[in-house]
């Protein structure tokens, strides 16, 4: 994970800057591709595209490699994510919204192997 935080920028070989949150669980994901070591921003990581499982969209990347600590890392670039309102009623402390904000898309993350 980031030594400088959860969320850090970094540059693809492109150029292509992907602000990106780190975190260690997600859920509705799909996997793309094989692992690659090459242009891995977490030295010993090998790293995999990471897809929404719902609709495709690119969400970052999972980190892996079982001989560190953590073995298995996920980078969310921040461009790929989209970020829903709570609708289960479950937080009573909650404020109201008028309900032109009450729209919701689950774009959860949950890792298919």
């Known amino acids: 994970?980031?030594?400088s935080g959860l969320m850090a920028a970094y540059v693809n070989p492109?150029?292509?800057?992907?602000?990106?949150l780190t975190v260690l669980k997600v859920k509705n994901i799909r996997l793309t591709g094989a692992e690659v070591a090459e242009h891995s921003w977490f030295p010993?990581?090998?790293w995999t595209i990471a897809q929404c499982r719902l609709c495709g969209n690119h969400l970052g990347w999972r980190f892996r490699?079982?001989?560190?600590?953590p073995s298995t890392f996920y980078g969310l670039t921040r461009t790929g994510l989209i970020f829903a309102r709570n609708t289960t009623g479950n937080n009573e402390n909650e404020?109201?919204?008028d309900a032109d904000n009450n729209e919701t898309?689950?774009?959860?993350?949950?890792?298919?192997?």
């Open 44 to 46: 010993g990581y090998k």
């Open 105 to 113: 898309t689950d774009h959860s993350i949950d890792e298919e192997d």
């Open 1 to 3: 994970m980031s030594a």
């Open 95 to 97: 404020e109201e919204d």
């Open 14 to 20: 492109h150029g292509a800057i992907h602000e990106t």
């Open 65 to 69: 490699n079982p001989a560190l600590k």
